[in-house]
Each structure stands twice: as C-alpha cells, then as structure tokens.
Nanobody, 121 residues
Framework: QLQLVESGGGLVQPGGSLRLSCTTS????????IGWFRQAPGKEREEVSCINGRGDSTNTADSVKGRFTISRDDAKNTVYLQMNSLQPEDTAVYYC??????????????WGQGTQVTVSS
C-alpha cells in the first residue's frame, strides 16, 4: 500500500492561494493516478482533481475549474494542488489518494491523513 502524506494547508483569507502537496516515502508515485478530494464538516467527500501517472492528463471538478491546478513533479515524488482565488466554500480537509482515472477521479485506495484548509476573513 501507499503511505500518502498531505501537507500545505492552513488559514488563508478569501482570494488567497495555497499549494498542497501529496507525497510518499514508501515508493515512487509516478506510476499511479493520484487525486485530490475534500470534505467539509457535515458534508460528503468531493472529488476535486486528479492526474494520471504520466502527468499528461487531468480532470478537475467544475466547482474549482479555473482556480485549482493539479500537477506532479516526479523528481520530488510529489503531486501538487495549486489553489488560487480561494473562497470560504473551499474550506475542508483535503486528502489525496490513488484513483481510477477516466472522466472522473474515482477513489481506489490509500487515503492520506489529510490537511486542513480554512478560508476565512
């Protein structure tokens, strides 16, 4: 199994930016489809964005298109989620995981522990 670790969350004002990181020390991530998910208190988990193993194809939820960008850096063994123009409704715990990659980002396995993103004035 993958042992994924998320980082980069924090408190930011509306309109601000954060970059989240997803990495592992257990093995190389570059062969895996990886997705970002989020869950706000009292709400269901949402698919946010995902990227295939090669890094040449991505899917992004309509709610964050144009604001969030997923990418990966094989040299750093890391998948990133760049989040711009953050709004209060983006407040959630953000998780990465291995996904089934097609037209969606369907959870497959190996959730990380999550990183908290709070957008508030």
């Amino acid at each position: 199994q993958l042992q994924l670790v998320e980082s980069g969350g924090g408190l930011v004002q509306p309109g601000g930016s954060l970059r989240l990181s997803c990495t592992t020390s257990s093995e190389s991530l570059n062969i895996y489809n990886i997705g970002w998910f989020r869950q706000a208190p009292g709400k269901e988990r949402e698919e946010v964005s995902c990227i295939n193993g090669r890094g040449d194809s991505t899917n992004t939820a309509d709610s964050v298109k144009g604001r969030f960008t997923i990418s990966r850096d094989d040299a750093k063994n890391t998948v990133y989620l760049q989040m711009n123009s953050l709004q209060p409704e983006d407040t959630a715990v953000y998780y990465c995981a291995r996904v089934w990659f097609n037209s969606r980002c369907t959870y497959r396995s190996d959730w990380g522990q999550g990183t908290q993103v709070t957008v508030s004035s």
